[in-house]
Protein backbone atom coordinates (compact mmCIF):
# COMPACT_ATOMS: atom_id res chain seq x y z
CA UNK A 1 0.00 0.00 0.00
CA UNK A 2 2.90 2.38 1.03
CA UNK A 3 4.51 1.42 -2.62
CA UNK A 4 1.36 2.51 -4.56
CA UNK A 5 0.96 5.74 -2.66
CA UNK A 6 4.65 6.71 -3.53
CA UNK A 7 3.77 5.54 -7.38
CA UNK A 8 0.92 7.92 -7.15
CA UNK A 9 2.64 10.95 -5.27
CA UNK A 10 5.85 10.26 -7.86
CA UNK A 11 3.91 11.63 -11.29
CA UNK A 12 4.47 15.05 -10.18
CA UNK A 13 5.16 18.04 -7.03
CA UNK A 14 0.85 18.75 -8.06
CA UNK A 15 -0.21 14.88 -8.01
CA UNK A 16 -1.97 13.83 -4.60
CA UNK A 17 -2.06 10.19 -2.74
CA UNK A 18 -5.12 9.43 -1.14
CA UNK A 19 -5.83 6.20 0.83
CA UNK A 20 -9.16 5.97 2.29
CA UNK A 21 -9.21 3.10 4.65
CA UNK A 22 -11.52 1.56 7.53
CA UNK A 23 -8.08 0.15 9.36
CA UNK A 24 -6.84 2.13 12.25
CA UNK A 25 -4.03 0.21 12.15
CA UNK A 26 -3.38 0.68 8.62
CA UNK A 27 -3.63 4.54 8.87
CA UNK A 28 -1.17 4.29 12.39
CA UNK A 29 1.68 2.41 10.72
CA UNK A 30 1.41 3.53 7.17
CA UNK A 31 3.60 7.06 7.78
CA UNK A 32 6.22 5.14 9.23
CA UNK A 33 6.08 2.48 6.08
CA UNK A 34 6.20 5.51 3.83
CA UNK A 35 8.87 7.50 5.09
CA UNK A 36 11.30 4.49 5.31
CA UNK A 37 10.29 3.80 1.55
CA UNK A 38 10.78 7.58 0.30
CA UNK A 39 13.98 7.60 1.76
CA UNK A 40 15.39 5.06 -1.02
CA UNK A 41 13.92 6.85 -4.01
CA UNK A 42 15.91 9.27 -6.01
CA UNK A 43 12.84 11.86 -6.84
CA UNK A 44 11.84 12.14 -2.68
CA UNK A 45 12.42 15.70 -3.05
CA UNK A 46 9.96 16.27 -5.53
CA UNK A 47 7.54 13.21 -4.27
CA UNK A 48 7.83 15.42 -0.73
CA UNK A 49 6.09 18.13 -2.22
CA UNK A 50 3.53 15.92 -3.46
CA UNK A 51 3.14 14.38 -0.37
CA UNK A 52 2.50 17.63 1.50
CA UNK A 53 -1.12 17.81 0.04
CA UNK A 54 -1.68 13.91 -0.17
CA UNK A 55 -3.82 12.05 2.62
CA UNK A 56 -4.92 9.21 4.71
CA UNK A 57 -8.23 9.62 5.57
CA UNK A 58 -9.98 7.05 7.91
CA UNK A 59 -13.29 6.43 7.21
CA UNK A 60 -16.47 4.35 9.22
CA UNK A 61 -17.24 1.63 6.93
CA UNK A 62 -17.28 0.98 3.26
CA UNK A 63 -19.86 2.76 1.99
CA UNK A 64 -18.52 5.85 3.02
CA UNK A 65 -14.84 4.74 1.50
CA UNK A 66 -16.83 4.34 -2.00
CA UNK A 67 -18.80 7.44 -1.39
CA UNK A 68 -15.93 9.91 -1.12
CA UNK A 69 -13.95 7.68 -3.56
CA UNK A 70 -16.64 8.24 -6.80
CA UNK A 71 -17.21 12.03 -5.41
CA UNK A 72 -13.08 12.71 -5.79
CA UNK A 73 -12.85 10.20 -8.88
CA UNK A 74 -10.02 9.53 -8.91
CA UNK A 75 -7.58 9.33 -12.24
CA UNK A 76 -6.35 6.05 -10.58
CA UNK A 77 -7.84 3.93 -8.11
CA UNK A 78 -6.24 0.80 -6.53
CA UNK A 79 -8.84 -1.42 -4.62
CA UNK A 80 -6.88 -3.53 -2.55
CA UNK A 81 -9.15 -5.08 -0.17
CA UNK A 82 -10.28 -8.68 0.39
CA UNK A 83 -14.20 -7.72 -1.25
CA UNK A 84 -12.17 -6.16 -4.09
CA UNK A 85 -14.20 -7.29 -7.07
CA UNK A 86 -17.55 -7.02 -5.96
CA UNK A 87 -16.23 -3.07 -4.55
CA UNK A 88 -15.28 -2.43 -8.33
CA UNK A 89 -19.01 -2.70 -9.12
CA UNK A 90 -19.77 0.15 -6.70
CA UNK A 91 -17.26 2.46 -8.68
CA UNK A 92 -19.17 5.38 -10.40
CA UNK A 93 -16.08 7.72 -11.01
CA UNK A 94 -12.52 7.25 -11.40
CA UNK A 95 -10.37 6.93 -14.73
CA UNK A 96 -8.84 3.93 -14.02
CA UNK A 97 -9.45 0.67 -11.34
CA UNK A 98 -7.06 -1.60 -10.21
CA UNK A 99 -8.32 -4.79 -9.00
CA UNK A 100 -6.96 -6.70 -5.71
CA UNK A 101 -3.05 -6.98 -4.05
CA UNK A 102 -1.14 -7.41 -7.78
CA UNK A 103 -3.00 -4.74 -9.70
CA UNK A 104 -0.48 -1.70 -8.99
CA UNK A 105 -1.15 1.26 -10.89
CA UNK A 106 2.06 1.44 -12.60
CA UNK A 107 1.20 -1.91 -14.24
CA UNK A 108 -1.26 0.19 -15.84
CA UNK A 109 1.27 2.60 -16.79
CA UNK A 110 3.93 0.34 -18.84
CA UNK A 111 2.47 -3.13 -19.32
CA UNK A 112 -1.51 -4.38 -18.83
CA UNK A 113 -2.45 -2.65 -22.00
CA UNK A 114 -5.02 -0.08 -20.41
CA UNK A 115 -5.14 3.03 -21.31
CA UNK A 116 -2.89 5.49 -19.88
CA UNK A 117 -4.23 8.83 -20.78
CA UNK A 118 -6.74 9.45 -18.00
CA UNK A 119 -9.02 12.42 -16.87
CA UNK A 120 -7.42 13.90 -13.91
CA UNK A 121 -8.51 16.53 -10.79
CA UNK A 122 -11.55 14.52 -10.54
CA UNK A 123 -12.83 15.57 -14.53
CA UNK A 124 -13.26 11.30 -14.10
CA UNK A 125 -16.89 12.35 -12.94
CA UNK A 126 -17.44 13.43 -16.52
CA UNK A 127 -14.76 12.04 -18.69
CA UNK A 128 -13.38 8.74 -19.55
CA UNK A 129 -9.96 8.48 -20.54
CA UNK A 130 -8.51 8.42 -24.27
CA UNK A 131 -10.21 5.48 -25.76
CA UNK A 132 -11.26 4.91 -29.75
CA UNK A 133 -14.53 6.93 -29.02
CA UNK A 134 -12.12 9.55 -28.88
CA UNK A 135 -11.42 9.30 -32.50
CA UNK A 136 -14.42 8.72 -33.73
CA UNK A 137 -16.47 11.14 -35.36
CA UNK A 138 -20.25 10.44 -34.69
CA UNK A 139 -23.50 11.43 -36.48
CA UNK A 140 -26.92 11.07 -34.52
CA UNK A 141 -29.93 11.08 -37.03
CA UNK A 142 -33.53 11.43 -35.92
CA UNK A 143 -36.92 10.86 -37.91
CA UNK A 144 -40.07 11.98 -36.32
CA UNK A 145 -43.17 10.53 -37.82
CA UNK A 146 -46.87 12.37 -38.09
CA UNK A 147 -47.53 10.56 -34.52
CA UNK A 148 -44.10 11.35 -33.06
CA UNK A 149 -44.19 15.16 -33.18
CA UNK A 150 -47.61 15.26 -31.95
CA UNK A 151 -46.70 13.26 -29.02
CA UNK A 152 -43.62 15.91 -28.28
CA UNK A 153 -44.26 18.78 -30.22
CA UNK A 154 -46.48 20.76 -27.27
CA UNK A 155 -43.24 20.28 -25.02
CA UNK A 156 -41.27 21.47 -27.59
CA UNK A 157 -43.23 24.43 -27.87
CA UNK A 158 -43.48 25.04 -24.57
CA UNK A 159 -39.29 24.82 -23.96
CA UNK A 160 -38.65 26.86 -26.89
CA UNK A 161 -41.19 29.75 -25.57
CA UNK A 162 -39.54 29.50 -22.30
CA UNK A 163 -36.36 30.28 -23.50
CA UNK A 164 -37.75 33.00 -25.90
CA UNK A 165 -36.94 30.79 -29.24
CA UNK A 166 -40.02 31.53 -30.94
CA UNK A 167 -38.90 30.21 -34.63
CA UNK A 168 -38.32 27.39 -32.67
CA UNK A 169 -41.37 27.16 -31.68
CA UNK A 170 -42.47 28.33 -35.22
CA UNK A 171 -41.52 25.29 -36.74
CA UNK A 172 -42.98 22.97 -34.75
CA UNK A 173 -46.51 24.70 -34.67
CA UNK A 174 -46.96 25.13 -38.09
CA UNK A 175 -45.94 21.32 -38.58
CA UNK A 176 -48.33 20.73 -35.91
CA UNK A 177 -51.18 23.03 -37.73
CA UNK A 178 -50.38 20.73 -40.87
CA UNK A 179 -50.67 17.34 -39.41
CA UNK A 180 -54.03 18.93 -37.53
CA UNK A 181 -55.70 20.25 -41.10
CA UNK A 182 -54.52 17.10 -43.14
CA UNK A 183 -56.68 15.17 -41.11
CA UNK A 184 -59.78 17.18 -41.58
Known amino acids: V ?8 EHGPDSQSIL ?3 SLRLTDRLPEVIERLLSTLPRRDMMNRSLEHSRIILLGDMDEVMEFSNDYAPEHLIINHRDARSLCNR ?4 GSVFIGPYSPESA ?3 ASGTNH ?8 RSYSGV ?3 SFTKKITFQELTPEGIKSIGHAVET ?3 NEDLMAHKLAVTLRL ?3 ENNAK
Open 2 to 9: AADFLSQA
Open 20 to 22: LTT
Open 91 to 94: VTNA
Open 108 to 110: GDY
Open 117 to 124: TLPTSGYA
Open 131 to 133: NID
Open 159 to 161: MAE
Open 177 to 179: NSI
